[in-house]
């Protein structure tokens, strides 16, 4: 691992530095549209903008590299960020707001894309694993201490969104400057869904279900923790009890993947961070089982990300794998999409507990078709199944594929006598 970061140090800072500035702005913007009057149905169209800009960057952001280069694009978005970022608190609006989340949401994927593009070229066969690891910690320890500046200044004025954008800006530097060479790009073309349903109907309904998930987690925990009124320290805990509870669970549950039947294991998952969200709901505000909530929602939904990943790769071919992650990603921002909308409207209906109903709606729904699904189709032996690994739910085809390499790369590595 020291050897890692000592290679790719620069890259990892950088991503680092990005997911503290891309972190910072989500809650920063929950808590100032609840400080604007902003109703929960607007806020939820602001929050859902971001992933409708991610999902449309994704698809875009290949061919803009292929033409202009990695350097250009990466100049370019990283401009237009920092210029929303500005903007965002001098045009309090939520038409205006929506707006500037689409171009964040478009330039973040395409920043991301960049960015894992350089740091899967700087990785080796021997080096993979590590660099994966690596990868997961750093998006995790920056989105965590995102929710620590948010206390450094008033939100109501000028400052955080300033100090996001200085973060950002500053993360490209160790990137652009790094020696690593420019990587060459290539994705491949993603498999039809129709097909791809019909290879994994639980790996593609469980990401669509997971896309809310993640969505509210990411999107809408800040404008839950204004609506429940919570203080503006105790919302920076709560968002963070969701990253901490990731990254502690994440290996755990890889670990139990590579053991026993991935679908037992996804139904398990399911449904304890559906318990977790309606626990989250009935503890009446009570800021301690928030946390609790928090932590086991994060915990068992991040990982599943990875998971539904391995489960689907289990019954693909080595050389369809590349293909299904385009589709499987596509899956779930359409399910990212609709996620703060519904959560806005629960909200709007239930009230602040409806936040985690709809959290806990949709992981019962997995784990009750991951146990029908297990009752169709028979279980795969564990010798014949591809090797977890870890991958956030906000990453790009490209560090999909990345992870997908290291699995397969391990599965044929553990079949050597």
Partial sequence: MMAVVSNAWALLLGIMLLMVGNGLQGTLLGVRGEIEGFTTLEMSIVMSAYFVGFLGGSRMAPEMIRRVGHVRVFAALGSFISAVLILYPALTHPIAWTVGRVIIGFCFSGVYVTAESWLNNAATNETRGQTLSAYMIVQMVGIVAAQGLLLVADPSGYGLFVIISVLVSISFAPILLSISPTPAFDTTKPLSLRELYGISPLGCIGMFLLGGVFSAQFGMAAVYGAEAGLKLGQISMFVAAFYIGALVIQYPLGWLSDRMDRRMLILAA??????????????????????????????????????????????????????????????????????????????????????????????????????????????????????????????TMVAVEFAQEYAVAEAEENEKP
């Avoid at 449904?271 to 946390?291: E, K």
């Avoid at 709809?358 to 032996?381: K, N």
Wanted: hydrophobic share 50%.
């Fill in 270 to 395: 399911a449904l304890i961070c559906g318990l977790g969200a309606f626990l989250g709901a009935l503890t009446g505000g009570y800021f301690p089982a928030l946390l609790v909530a928090a932590f086991i929602i994060g915990g068992m939904s991040n990982p599943l990300y990875s998971l539904l990943m391995a489960y689907t790769n289990d019954y693909l071919q080595v050389e369809d794998m590349a293909a299904a992650s385009g589709g499987m990603i596509f899956i779930n921002g359409v399910g990212a999409i609709s996620g703060p909308l519904i959560t806005g409207w629960a909200m709007g209906f239930f009230g602040p507990p409806g936040y985690f109903l709809y959290i806990g709606s949709l992981m019962v729904l997995m784990s009750g078709y991951a146990a029908y699904r297990a009752m169709v189709r028979p279980s795969l032996e564990i010798e014949d199944t591809t090797s977890y690994a870890p991958v956030a739910p906000s990453a």
